[in-house]
């Protein structure tokens, strides 16, 4: 692979910010994506124009105890404040290690990392159970970016373990009062800004014009996210995708895929933007911030997991980035929605 006269390395191991180690991934037409070892954290991921499609703070602080403030942290084994442990759980700053080994996974990108993650002494004070947890990181041809979760409890003495989990990733984008989110109008959320209490959402297209926190359950196949000033397209699919190669371009964006397991929901979506107040108390997001970015994060939350010695769960992230003048300059997400 070479590019501009130099060669293109498909998977670089390096050094990044605070000499925390990093991945970076290349896809043979230009797009990139970088891992951080510290917390399995995809902290950029580039289109072949080498826009930035990820937002990640520039008051994100690279060092632990905290987690890299943007990008995508991944969430477990707790979600949020739903259960007894930190926030988010621990996998998102504990350092992972590169799995030399991983068992038979098919792919047809040569930019791929494994990474994996047990349990230290430490955690199992706080979380007493035996698990691998190992999640591949890879572009794909056209420069999609795909996260796959495998959760295997390994206990050895029979007990089952629960989690929720989650994805949560920062969309990079030009002006959040510009972004409308398609696809969840009518229905039911859970508010964190009321207790969680259960609503239904009225009206059209989300948009954002204030702090935003819901958790949206029975989401439909697909969602769109329109970036008007950006001219850029996401959609989110949440439904099966046996051949992850074969979309046309407007299966764009964020496909889900999801859990192997019966028992549970991979597919809620949380909404989350903090707005200028809540972003004034994080030390690790600037005040103006929040114009830029908006979570839409793939979750397990209301229906946990619970996988018995021996089980595994898979739970699957895409995302892919279109210009929007490729849906012929019409922003119609229920369109995409309906005909992919
Ligand atoms: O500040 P963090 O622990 O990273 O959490 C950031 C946000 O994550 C999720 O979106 C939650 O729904 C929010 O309630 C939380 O504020």
């Given at each position: 692979m070479a590019a501009s006269g130099s060669e293109r390395v498909a998977v670089e191991k390096c050094k990044g910010i605070n000499g925390l180690d990093k991945v970076v991934l290349r896809e043979p037409r230009g797009s990139t994506a970088e891992v951080y070892l510290y917390g399995a954290h995809v902290t950029s991921w580039k289109n072949d124009h080498g826009e930035e499609l990820l937002f990640v703070s520039?008051?994100?602080?690279?060092?632990?105890?905290k987690a890299i403030r943007g990008g995508i942290p991944i969430c477990f084994p707790q979600f949020g404040s739903h259960g007894s442990l930190e926030q988010h759980g621990f996998a998102r700053n504990r350092f992972w290690s590169?799995?030399?080994?991983?068992?038979p996974f098919p792919t047809n990108s040569k930019s791929f990392i494994d990474l994996i993650l047990k349990p230290s002494e430490e955690d199992m004070q706080k979380w007493p159970y035996s698990y691998e947890f190992r999640l591949r990181v890879a572009l794909g041809t056209g420069g999609d970016l795909m996260l796959t979760s495998r959760i295997r409890n390994t206990n050895a003495d029979g007990k089952p373990f629960t989690f929720t989990f989650a994805y949560h990733t920062y969309f990079s984008v030009s002006d959040i009062s510009e972004v409308r989110v398609e696809g969840l109008e009518t229905l039911d959320y859970l508010d964190n800004l009321q207790n969680k209490e259960r609503s239904t959402e009225q009206g059209d297209a989300l948009t954002f014009e204030s702090e935003v926190d819901k958790i949206y359950l029975g989401t439909p196949t697909k969602i769109a996210i329109l970036d008007h000033e950006k001219k850029r397209t996401f959609v989110l699919r949440k439904d099966g995708l046996p051949?992850?190669?074969?979309?046309?371009?407007?299966?764009?964006?964020v496909k889900l895929e999801g859990s192997?397991?019966?028992?549970?929901?991979?597919?809620?979506l949380v909404v989350w933007n903090p707005w200028d107040k809540k972003a004034k108390t994080m030390a690790d997001f600037g005040d103006d911030e929040y114009k830029h970015m908006l979570c839409v994060e793939a979750a397990v939350v209301e229906k946990p997991i619970t996988l018995k010695p021996g089980e595994e769960w898979k739970g699957r992230l895409e995302l892919s980035a279109v210009p929007s003048s490729y849906c012929s300059g019409q922003l119609d997400p229920q369109k995409v929605i309906q005909n992919s």
């Open positions: 520039s008051k994100a602080i690279f060092k632990p105890p590169i799995d030399t080994d991983p068992p051949d992850a190669g074969k979309h046309d371009i407007l299966d764009n964006l192997s397991k019966e028992q549970g929901s991979f597919f809620p």
